[in-house]
């Protein structure tokens, strides 16, 4: 079949130059000077006439254009993804194979830039014959197909099934390998046309175009006329320098930026970080008092006024004075009319040209005869532009000549002077874009250890000193030996300056060690005391000791009448020494029944607050590395101090 003319109808599509360039590299693919020769080849139990290979285009395609592998191969599926060439192995596969897969050129009748789009009609009889063929074995998709176009084309089925079954005895009649190549070439022509759901579409061009896009207009007369005009207005038109638009980005930046939320914040807090909705009300669409920012923004422009509700309400005021408020009130109908409902269009329209452009209107609006003949010739067929020129005419006219006036006017000023500042909000929330701080909960052993420290600290505060101790002198402490055979010798004790007492309160010395009011106990008679080797160390201990004491028995004066024994407490607050705390055995720490003396003077200088006559022969000896602190009874000695 010999092609006489390769654009046959529907020359207008966006392609229409690729698959000219295509369709001339077929032709020359088809040559049988330059072209691929082709040649019989078998094909399951038959032989195919006029058969190529897919290395046989490919070696073709390399050679002719000079091109990489990859490029050739993509060159070579587009081929059979276009419908030029179609498989016989694999029919639903639309792909080329650089091996030994057999190919055939498919008929020009049926090229895409022939235009026969393909018909419903014809469509259906491939279906209707396939059914028949295979018994209703179809694809699924096919099925979908076969069911909507019974129901699309019902008024001429018959004639569908009649063309199918006819179709169906010819084919019978044509040798083997003939009816298997139709076959192929018929599948391949309707997997490029009627593309299965998932397979993309090489031929989906959109809308078709009413204008040829690769037509080769020849220039006469006109057209360069045409060029010329269209140069000459280009020449003319106004154009503004870089550097002019640049300043003119900056100077609108600046002027915007105190009105940025996210550059310059939000007065009084941001509500999306803050949660608090005064920001709203302050900024409501018809609120009483706007804020001041919000005012002064209308003097940025007339766009930035008449997109504020507040704004026009404030600007209808003042064109009410001027007796022009119905200029307003159109510009607000046109903007009614482009946005509101579809069906109220019509209404809409009709409503507007009687209130205001109707002669003798209510609210008539003066614009210029050529907008109103415009107009009024749009109102016979309205739709949601129809007022557009009277709306731009009134828009122009109140931002020239009102809105300066405006500005200047005590309404605005009045406005502008009422208006509220917010002052800034306390924050509830803090970091970027309001993002809150989480605090972790506390460990359990951190807790633990508070609690503990809690405890210790209670208990100092709370300690009972009022509970008296057993009568009980110095706890005896070994003898201090100079070898295995020697005795121990006693050191001399410094003696002790007396404490003074007040009859209101006695010591409570007195009374823990049994004594006598007014009595006071003989150093010398002690025997030895911690202090022996005496010296200045030992005196300042015993005055510290001394001091201790007066300041305890002034500052408590219950304690005179206390009495001398007490009995055991269970609470542990106090534990006071009792006979066999008293019987310590050898040991290097001194405990004393009612005070401890630990200081951090050398061995031989230890301290005893006092002693009775009983046992006066007993001494306590000092520890080697005791503190420099006094100890109460109540402290709980150590193992080291107490008697087994």
């Keep these: 079949m010999t092609v006489t003319r390769l654009d046959q109808g529907q020359r207008y599509r966006p392609r229409m130059a690729f698959l000219k360039k295509i369709e001339a590299l077929m032709m020359e693919m088809q040559s049988p000077d330059t072209g691929i020769k082709t040649q019989t080849q078998p094909v399951m139990v038959t032989s195919i006439p006029h058969a190529v290979t897919g290395n046989d285009i490919m070696q073709w395609i390399l050679q002719r254009l000079k091109i990489t592998a990859e490029e050739a191969l993509h060159l070579g599926d587009l081929f059979v993804k276009y419908g030029y060439i179609y498989p016989l192995q694999e029919p639903k596969n639309l792909t080329l194979r650089a091996d030994g897969s057999l190919y055939r050129f498919q008929t020009p009748y049926f090229w895409p830039v022939q235009g026969w789009a393909a018909d419903d009609t014809d469509y259906a009889i491939y279906l209707a014959k396939k059914n028949i063929k295979r018994k209703g074995v179809l694809e699924e998709y096919e099925k979908e197909h076969y069911n909507m176009l019974n129901q699309k084309i019902n008024y001429k089925w018959d004639f569908v099934i009649m063309q199918a079954k006819e179709q169906y005895k010819a084919g019978k009649e044509r040798k083997k390998e003939d009816r298997y190549a139709l076959d192929c070439q018929e599948r391949a022509y309707w997997l490029v046309n009627r593309t299965p759901p998932g397979m993309l579409s090489a031929l989906e061009y959109g809308i078709d175009r009413v204008t040829d896009p690769n037509e080769n207009k020849k220039n006469t007369m006109e057209f360069y006329r045409r060029e010329i005009m269209y140069y000459q207005q280009a020449i003319l038109k106004t154009r503004v320098k870089s550097s002019v638009s640049l300043g003119g980005v900056v100077k609108?930046?600046?002027?915007?930026?105190?009105?940025?939320?996210?550059?310059?914040?939000?007065?009084?807090?941001?509500?999306?970080?803050?949660?608090?909705?005064?920001?709203?009300?302050?900024?409501?669409?018809?609120?009483?008092?706007?804020?001041?920012?919000?005012?002064?923004?209308?003097?940025?422009?007339?766009?930035?006024?008449?997109?504020?509700?507040?704004?026009?309400?404030?600007?209808?005021?003042?064109?009410?004075?001027?007796?022009?408020?119905?200029?307003?009130?159109?510009?607000?109908?046109?903007?009614?009319?482009?946005?509101?409902?579809q069906s109220k269009v019509k209404e809409k329209a009709e409503e507007i040209y009687k209130l205001f452009l109707a002669p003798g209107a209510r609210r008539w609006i003066n614009i210029d005869g050529k907008t109103m003949g415009i107009t009024v010739k749009g109102l016979e067929h309205p739709h949601r532009y129809v007022l557009d020129a009277a709306q731009t005419h009134i828009y122009m006219l109140m931002k020239k000549d009102s809105y300066g006036r405006y500005l200047k006017s005590p309404i605005y000023k009045e406005m502008l002077a009422k208006a509220v500042v917010p002052q800034e909000g306390v924050k509830k929330s803090t970091g970027l874009f309001g993002r809150r701080h989480l605090r972790s909960s506390p460990s359990p052993i951190v807790l633990r250890q508070q609690e503990e420290e809690a405890k210790a600290r209670e208990a100092a505060n709370t300690v009972d000193i009022t509970q008296p101790a057993h009568p009980a002198s110095c706890s005896p402490g070994p003898a201090a030996h100079a070898g295995p055979g020697t005795p121990a010798s006693p050191p001399a004790v410094p003696p002790v300056s007396p404490l003074p007492r007040d009859p209101a309160c006695p010591c409570p010395t007195d009374r823990a060690l049994g004594s006598a009011a007014?009595?006071?106990?003989?150093?010398?008679?002690?025997?030895?005391?911690?202090?022996?080797?005496?010296?200045?160390?030992?005196r300042l201990a015993a005055r510290a000791w001394a001091r201790f004491l007066r300041r305890g028995c002034r500052s408590s004066g219950g304690l005179g009448s206390l009495p001398a024994r007490g009995p055991a407490v269970p609470h542990g607050k106090v534990q006071p020494l009792g006979g066999r705390e008293r019987r310590l055995r050898p040991d290097s720490r001194t405990v004393s029944s009612f005070f401890q003396v630990r200081t951090a003077a050398p061995p031989e200088s230890p301290a005893c607050p006092g002693g009775s006559g009983q046992e006066e022969g007993r001494q306590p000896r000092a520890r080697k590395d005791s503190a420099k602190e006094l100890i109460c009874p109540w402290e709980t000695p150590t193992g080291q101090g107490r008697a087994g």
């Design 252 to 341: 609108y930046s600046e002027q915007f930026l105190s009105n940025d939320p996210i550059l310059s914040g939000c007065l009084p807090s941001n509500p999306w970080i803050s949660d608090d909705p005064d920001f709203w009300d302050l900024n409501a669409k018809l609120v009483e008092v706007p804020t001041r920012m919000r005012v002064e923004r209308w003097a940025f422009n007339f766009s930035e006024l008449i997109r504020d509700p507040k704004g026009r309400q404030n600007f209808q005021l003042f064109l009410k004075k001027e007796f022009s408020g119905e200029n307003l009130g159109f510009w607000e109908a046109c903007e009614d009319l482009k946005y509101g409902d």
């Design 518 to 538: 007014g009595t006071r106990p003989d150093p010398r008679a002690a025997g030895p005391g911690p202090f022996a080797s005496g010296g200045r160390r030992a």
